[in-house]
């Protein structure tokens, strides 16, 4: 759900705002009539990352980002 505040409001009442942010709303911060930023929620530390679905990745190997002798070869112009 996203609400939207006024700036004076978000001024008064971050440490509510960013509560209400950390539980999963979005607050969406306004001036003059106009969005100019957004509280949400930061994923917590230890989370899982879920690979790309929107790519249809549904495995990425333990090993994916180990280095490559062949890439690091031509980086250094072998």
Do not use: C, W
Not at 45 to 66: H, K, M, N, T, Y
């Amino acid at each position: 759900m996203t609400t939207s505040v006024s700036l004076y409001d978000a001024k008064t009442h971050l440490s509510a705002l960013v509560e209400r942010a950390a539980s999963g709303e979005e607050i969406v911060i306004m001036k003059n009539g106009v969005a100019k930023a957004r509280l949400s929620p930061v994923p917590q530390p230890g989370s899982q990352r879920r690979p790309a679905g929107a790519l249809g990745v549904a495995f990425i190997a333990d090993d994916f980002d180990e280095p490559d002798p062949r890439i690091d070869a031509l980086f250094a112009g072998g």
